[in-house]
């Protein structure tokens, strides 16, 4: 049976996606997130994947997978002039991604899938060890974000917090810049989070007592 033209897949997230290139293979990427490699956040060291999204021929995907296993770089490029700018020239490590899929992916379940039985989907995302501070977050809309932020606060924190402040604290955590965002689109957002406590808590407080986060 022939390959597949994944040009006329009809990705949902975008109507022009991304392409995703490896030694004999590619695929069409609909979503990705990523960041300046190393601490420092130094463009000129390159960038790594912390999340990947795409759509192509099983063979394909499978040697794509096998690259993030072995840590191999992978390329991604517009489709055309209209998209995007890629960061560090469109090459990606992927030492930081896991083969595992993450779950509530649009593409596991997307409508192209009866195309053609040979066509699969792959969603990856950062899972390795990090500390308890720092957490990415994958979610279908803003306010999915919202309330896994202040989930995972809520397991940290020493102060009581109420649900309906749920909001205000990722305002709070915003402005402190311990929100990055690493993507937006129309049914898919990555964050990385960090919880700082020490920082959030007297805020909170202040907020409280000036009658900005109600008690009742």
Same mark, same amino acid.
Not at 172 to 181: G, P, Y
Not at 202 to 211: E, K, N, Q, S
């Given at each position: 049976?022939?390959?597949?033209?994944?040009?006329?897949?009809?990705?949902?997230?975008?109507?022009?996606?991304?392409?995703? /290139?490896?030694?004999?293979?590619?695929?069409?990427?609909?979503?990705?997130?990523?960041?300046?490699?190393?601490?420092?956040?130094?463009?000129?060291?390159?960038?790594?994947?912390? /999340?990947?999204?795409?759509?192509?021929?099983?063979?394909?995907?499978?040697?794509?997978?096998?690259?993030?296993?072995?840590?191999?770089?992978?390329?991604?490029?517009?489709?055309?002039?209209?998209?995007?700018?890629?960061?560090?020239?469109?090459?990606?490590?992927?030492?930081?991604?896991?083969?595992?899929?993450?779950?509530?992916?649009?593409?596991?379940?997307?409508?192209?899938?009866?195309?053609?039985?040979?066509?699969?989907?792959?969603?990856?995302?950062?899972?390795?060890?990090?500390?308890?501070?720092?957490?990415?977050?994958?979610?279908?809309?803003?306010?999915?974000?919202?309330?896994?932020?202040?989930?995972? /606060?809520?397991?940290?924190?020493?102060?009581?917090?109420?649900?309906?402040?749920?909001?205000?604290?990722?305002?709070?955590?915003?402005?402190?810049?311990?929100?990055?965002?690493?993507?937006?689109?129309?049914?898919?957002?990555?964050?990385?989070?960090? /919880?700082?406590?020490?920082?959030?808590?007297?805020?909170?407080?202040?907020?409280?007592?000036?009658?900005?986060?109600?008690?009742?």
């Amino acid at each position: 049976m022939p390959r597949p033209d994944l040009s006329e897949v009809a990705i949902p997230k975008h109507p022009t996606p991304y392409y995703l /290139f490896a030694p004999g293979a590619h695929a069409v990427c609909d979503a990705y997130a990523a960041e300046p490699k190393g601490v420092s956040g130094d463009q000129r060291a390159g960038h790594e994947l912390v /999340f990947l999204s795409l759509a192509g021929d099983a063979s394909d995907v499978q040697t794509i997978r096998n690259r993030i296993n072995h840590h191999q770089d992978l390329k991604i490029q517009p489709a055309d002039h209209r998209m995007p700018e890629l960061p560090g020239r469109g090459v990606f490590g992927t030492s930081r991604l896991d083969v595992r899929p993450i779950a509530r992916s649009p593409l596991n379940t997307g409508p192209t899938q009866s195309r053609t039985e040979h066509l699969i989907y792959g969603t990856y995302c950062l899972t390795d060890a990090r500390p308890i501070s720092e957490q990415y977050i994958y979610a279908v809309s803003e306010a999915e974000g919202v309330a896994a932020y202040y989930r995972r /606060f809520c397991q940290l924190t020493i102060i009581p917090t109420l649900d309906h402040w749920a909001g205000a604290i990722w305002e709070l955590a915003r402005e402190q810049k311990m929100i990055t965002k690493l993507l937006s689109s129309p049914d898919l957002h990555v964050w990385k989070c960090r /919880f700082d406590d020490e920082k959030l808590r007297p805020l909170i407080t202040a907020a409280v007592t000036r009658g900005e986060l109600a008690i009742a």
